[in-house]
């Protein structure tokens, strides 16, 4: 069974940096693509950023261009979310997210990690 591994969640004051890391296990996934989500309380889930696994494509939502950057570790099939320039609006839980080849939509989730940006 795939799992996805996340880490680097924290508290920062506004202004500051973190990165977050998704590693997927067993290695050999079958990655199509790679994604962020986040979920603020008494919010919906929303789509943070994504990366596909073959060419390196990658999306952002609008709040976070030119300052977040997701970026992959093929080898270690592994995704990073570089978050710099916090916000406190910023603050969410963090799941990291895999859509294997051949699925219609992001089928893999990790269990979150907490990054609260204190203002």
């Known amino acids: 069974q795939v799992q996805l591994v996340e880490s680097g969640g924290g508290l920062v004051q506004a202004g500051g940096s973190l990165r977050l890391s998704c590693a997927s296990s067993?290695?050999?996934?079958?990655?199509?693509?790679m994604g962020w989500f986040r979920q603020a309380p008494g919010k919906e889930r929303e789509f943070v950023a994504s990366?596909?696994?073959?060419?390196?494509?990658?999306y952002y939502t609008d709040s976070v261009k030119g300052r977040f950057t997701i970026s992959r570790e093929n080898a270690r099939n592994t995704v990073y979310l570089q978050m710099n320039s916090l916000k406190p609006e910023d603050t969410a839980v963090y799941y990291c997210a895999a859509q294997r080849i051949g699925a219609s939509d992001y089928d893999t989730w990790g269990q979150g990690t907490q990054v609260t940006v204190s203002s």
């Open positions: 067993p290695r050999s996934f079958g990655t199509y693509a």
């Open positions: 990366i596909r696994w073959s060419g390196g494509m990658t």
